[in-house]
């Protein structure tokens, strides 16, 4: 079974940078393509960024030229560094794991709140 564990989220004030982790159990060999979800109050839970393995990243339109999505695959763990936070990024941001097995993993969520 593996775990996936977020962290880094907070309070921080518009304009200003979080950067969220997200570490995956099991091997290097089981952990494939890992991402970053989000859900704001009373909204769908939305796709933020994703990395393969091999370290090609992808984002929602939204978070383009604001959010980086990196890996440190040997601890099979991804980075979210989120600058020029907005009100509107607020949300539960989770992490997915996907396995080789095509099997997906996810977190329990940290919170990011962008408020003055």
């Known amino acids: 079974q593996v775990q996936v564990v977020e962290s880094g989220g907070g309070l921080v004030q518009p304009g200003g940078s979080l950067r969220l982790s997200c570490v995956s159990s099991g091997s290097f060999w089981d952990v494939d393509a890992m991402g970053w979800y989000r859900q704001a109050p009373g909204k769908e839970r939305e796709a933020v960024a994703a990395?393969?393995?091999?370290?090609?990243?992808a984002y929602a339109d939204s978070v383009k030229g604001r959010f980086t999505i990196s890996r440190e695959n040997a601890k099979n763990t991804i980075y979210l560094q989120s600058d020029n936070l907005q009100p509107e990024d607020t949300a539960v941001y989770y992490c997915?794991?996907?396995?080789?097995?095509?099997?997906?993993?996810w977190g329990n969520g940290t919170l990011v709140v962008v408020s003055s």
């Open positions: 990395i393969t393995r091999g370290g090609i990243p």
């Open positions: 997915v794991s996907r396995t080789t097995d095509g099997m997906e993993y």
